[in-house]
């Protein structure tokens, strides 16, 4: 057995490993020739084969058919799992079922999209694929990229404007941003202008942990400044901030609108022509036919024009 880990993979045929696997099951030349279509002359050549290869009978006749030698059962604890992970692999490239399937997806997602279409999709993978696993990998939009090309994950879903030759996307949905504060407000009221937007305190989400946004940038366009009070990395908090003080946040619209369903705050148009964003999924070009692959994308594509 010391032999097999100085062998050159490249010169060997692998499907003296599927004769090996058959005739294991078979224990018998001639039947295992018929299990794989192959004639016994050409089956037994095989089996000379893998023994000049491995340099060990593997099998051994007896009465009762082929007896595998203490040699060949070590070979069949490692060889028959790797075969059956190559079968599913090369399986799933024809053929995807995702009511039987126990596939588990790795998906790219910010902490946005993640609040966005993780609820909707978890509810219809219990419908359409129960056995199905979701791995969600976080990062920035680098990170995220540079997981699609070593292949760590399916798909990535977030907002990508750089072209990459060798990448594939599609649009899922398209956002806008408004403004959030407590219905009781003492300055806001039913209509938000530009002047009591810039006289209140701003509580804003910053993932780059710094004090300044998008906002900020386009105020200082126009030589106006807002008073940010507080900046927080993520956003599960701010709803319960915006509840119990006066400060006011920018938020995306699909983000702030569940925030109301549960705290009483109140949403309003920005006095400001602050342009949203496009959220996508992207993919790469390896992927492209996956039969998996292809039905996640589908499922993700029907969630996102529901929300």
Known sequence: MSD?????????????????DALLAEQHVTRAGERLGLSQPATSNALARLRRLINDDLFIRTAAGLRPTPTALALK??????????????????????ATSDRVFAIGMSDYVEFTLLPRLMRTLQTLAPQVSVQIRSGDREK?????????????????PEKIAWHRQQQLFQEHYVCVCRRDHPVIGSVLSLEDYLAVSHLLV??????????????????????????????????????????????AHRIASTFA?????????????????????????TTETSPACQWLRTVLLDISRLI
Not at 261 to 285: C, D, E, I, K, Y
Request: net charge negative.
């Open 77 to 98: 604890q490692q060889l028959r799992p790797a075969l059956q992970q190559i079968q599913a692999a090369l399986l799933e490239q024809t053929t995807f079922d995702p």
């Open 144 to 160: 995220l990229l540079a997981l699609l090309d070593s292949g760590e994950i399916d798909l990535a879903c977030g907002v990508f």
């Open 4 to 20: 097999i880990h100085h062998i050159n993979l490249a010169s060997i045929d692998l499907n003296l490993l599927v004769v090996f």
């Open 261 to 285: 369903q549960h705290q009483p705050l109140a949403l309003l148009p920005l006095p400001l022509p602050l342009t949203g964003f496009s959220v996508f999924m992207r993919w790469h070009q």
């Open 206 to 251: 910053s993932v780059q942990e710094d004090r300044s946004g998008r906002v900020d940038k386009l105020l200082a366009a126009q030589n106006l400044k807002r008073h940010v009070a507080l900046s927080i990395p993520h956003f599960v908090t701010a709803p319960f901030i915006l509840a119990q003080t006066d400060l006011v946040a920018t938020l």
